[in-house]
Every structure is written in structure tokens, then in C-alpha cells.
């Protein structure tokens, strides 16, 4: 049973139609109308030490701004920004209190920096390793929503940054390489420390230019294939336009891993990925460079059901490749069926 065979099973059980729930499993965010042309927003997402982080790797003051990170980056995948937070916290028995008190530090900083403030929760012992995990609401007026599911044939797909960074800054880190390099820092910091794009994606939601918007969590292949799923539709990406390719590259000189696996199918880098008419290129860059992001073109949404690749080879021919669902899953079959 994979990750989404796991959704799929409690979404078909998961009750019936309440018309105030605008967006339930299968969005970033779930959305309930709150009246008045306004509407909740509502996330969550856990981080599991030995999963999602390795406590001799990353600084706790560095992990409690990430999993306030991650967390927004879906408000901002909706075209919201944050308002609260709500934080589960399971500490081991023997847990450091010095590491307690960074954590709590980055996470209270993160939220200042987003905007918003920690309202309650609860804490917990766990019987092996540390696990947090965080709600966040956010609040927006309904009609400037952006769902995965409104993505038409013709669109460009932009995303909002470089991919693939996260990924190669781990496996920098597990390595203990580059660590006081210029060319790898912007590598490693995205992994240990993202930043969530929630002033873009507020600003595109409200330019009303954007079509459909995800937040790029598993991996270019398997978001953008939710989107298309959402949207009912294919997608071509061209490998050659894929942000942040050369610096990957020097990544690879120096640690075992494929560039282009990394941009295609490495997780957490937490850009935003949206599509828009092609006829919007334009306004779309200028929003991008009021948030001090420029925003690149990837491909286009296809009819269709597949994601595929248009992949550069070393002797300048080109493959296409389906990529469709090939990023992170956390329960995929390692023995391949
Ligand atoms: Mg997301």
C-alpha cells in the first residue's frame, strides 16, 4: 500500500457532503466557508526524527523554523497567509533541554517572520524520538482561492525557484561536504532551514492570474502529477529550463546522486509550482519580482494524464520519459511492485 492508496482509503470514508467544506482531502489545505465571502484554511504536516530529520544534522533552532516552513507553504500553495498555529510536540523521556529551548526559539522566530502566532497544541512524551507536528489556519476571501484542480491544456507551468536543492543538500550534509563552501551553502540551507513562498503565492492569488497552485513537498514528478490528477489533466516538462541545474551539477562532482533525479524527484524544497495562460508571462514575472523572486517556465499543461520529461542527454539528443508520480512516497514498495 503506497501513500496515496492510504489517502484514497480514508477520503472514501471520510464522511458525506457538508456544503460549508469548500475543499476536503486532496489540496494543500482544506477550506471551509466562514460566510461573508470568506473562507478558513486549514494544514497540517509532521516532522519524525529519523524521517524527516537526523538530530546530529540539524541545528533545533533550524528545525523549529522548518516545521513552522513546511507548514505555511501549504497556506501559501492555497493563496492565503498564515494566522495561527497549533503545535503537537512528542519529546523522548531523555530529551536535552538546551535542544528544547533552541527549538521553541526558531520556531517562535519563524512565526513572527510568517506573521503569525502559536495558539496551543499539546506536548507528549514518545517513547522513541522526537516528532512534531503542526497545524496552521488561514483566512481568505473565497473567491481568490487557488485549487490544484483548475489547471487547462495551454498553460505554462512556472515554478517559483531552483529544484532539486533540498535533496543535494542532504546528501552534502550526511557526507559532511561543502560545508563552508559558497556553492554549497544555498544547497544545504534549503534543506535545513526553507522558506515557505507565501508572500508570492498571496500575491499571485490575488493578481487573479493563476490557475492552479501546489507546493512542491514529495518532488517536482509526484506534486505536479496531483496537480494534473486535481486538474484532469497531462503536463510536458522541458528538463533543459529546470531551475537551478548547474549548481546541482557541481553538487554531483562531489557526492554520489544524478542532477537531474534531484531537480525531478528530490523533495522539501517547498518552491511553489502554478500554472497560468500563456499569455501572462509577462505579469506573472512582475509579481514574481515584487515578492524578490523570478519566478521560471517549465513546460506546458497537456490534455492527457501523464507527466513527462523531455530529458537533455549528454551527447545534446533528448528523451521523453514518463515521470508521472516518480518523487517521494513514504510508503512506496521498495521491492518495486
Ligand atoms: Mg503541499
Not at 512528542?90 to 526559539?105: I, V
Not at 481568505?140 to 515554478?159: F, K, N
Not at 517549465?298 to 521523453?320: H, M
Request: hydrophobic share 40%.
Amino acid at each position: 500500500v503506497n501513500e496515496r492508496q492510504i489517502i484514497q482509503y480514508l477520503s472514501e470514508r471520510a464522511g458525506g457532503a457538508d456544503s460549508r467544506i469548500l475543499q476536503s482531502i486532496g489540496d494543500d489545505c482544506a477550506v471551509i466557508d466562514q460566510g461573508g465571502g470568506r473562507v478558513l484554511l486549514l494544514t497540517m504536516d509532521t516532522l519524525i526524527e529519523g524521517v524527516h530529520f537526523d538530530c546530529a544534522l540539524h541545528p533545533p533552532r533550524l528545525l523549529g523554523r522548518k516545521v513552522v516552513s513546511v507548514n505555511i507553504s501549504d497556506i501559501g500553495a492555497m493563496g492565503s497567509r498564515p494566522h495561527a498555529l497549533l503545535l503537537s510536540l512528542g519529546l523522548p523521556p531523555s530529551f536535552d533541554e538546551q535542544w528544547f529551548r533552541c527549538f521553541a526559539d526558531g520556531l517562535t522566530d519563524a512565526c513572527r517572520d510568517y506573521g503569525c502566532r502559536l495558539i496551543g497544541g499539546d506536548t507528549v512524551a514518545s517513547p522513541q524520538g522526537i516528532n512534531c507536528s503542526v497545524t496552521v489556519l488561514g483566512e481568505m476571501e473565497m473567491d481568490r482561492v487557488v485549487y490544484r484542480s483548475g489547471a487547462q491544456p495551454g498553460d505554462t507551468i512556472w515554478v517559483s525557484g531552483p529544484l532539486g536543492f533540498a535533496a543535494a543538500g542532504l546528501e552534502l550534509l550526511r557526507l559532511g561536504v561543502g560545508q563552508d563552501e559558497d556553492w554549497a551553502a544555498p544547497l544545504i540551507r534549503r534543506h535545513l532551514d526553507p522558506m515557505a513562498r507565501v508572500e508570492l503565492g498571496g500575491q499571485l492569488a490575488e493578481s487573479g492570474l493563476v490557475h492552479a497552485m501546489i507546493d512542491l513537498s514529495d518532488g517536482l514528478a509526484t506534486d505536479l502529477a496531483h496537480l494534473c490528477h486535481q486538474s484532469k489533466t497531462g503536463a510536458l516538462i522541458r528538463g533543459h529550463d529546470l531551475p537551478g541545474l548547474s549548481r546541482l551539477i557541481e553538487a554531483g562532482r562531489y557526492v554520489p546522486g544524478d542532477p537531474f533525479q534531484w531537480a525531478v524527484a528530490g523533495g522539501e524544497d517547498f518552491e511553489l509550482l502554478f500554472t497560468a495562460a500563456a499569455t501572462v508571462s509577462e505579469e506573472i514575472l512582475a509579481v514574481g519580482q515584487r515578492c524578490n523572486l523570478e519566478p521560471v517556465a517549465i513546460g506546458t499543461i497537456t490534455t492527457g494524464s501523464a507527466v513527462r520529461l523531455v530529458q537533455p542527454l549528454a551527447d545534446g539528443a533528448v528523451r521523453e520519459v514518463d515521470i508521472t508520480y516518480q518523487g517521494y512516497d513514504h510508503f512506496r514498495d521498495k521491492s518495486g511492485s
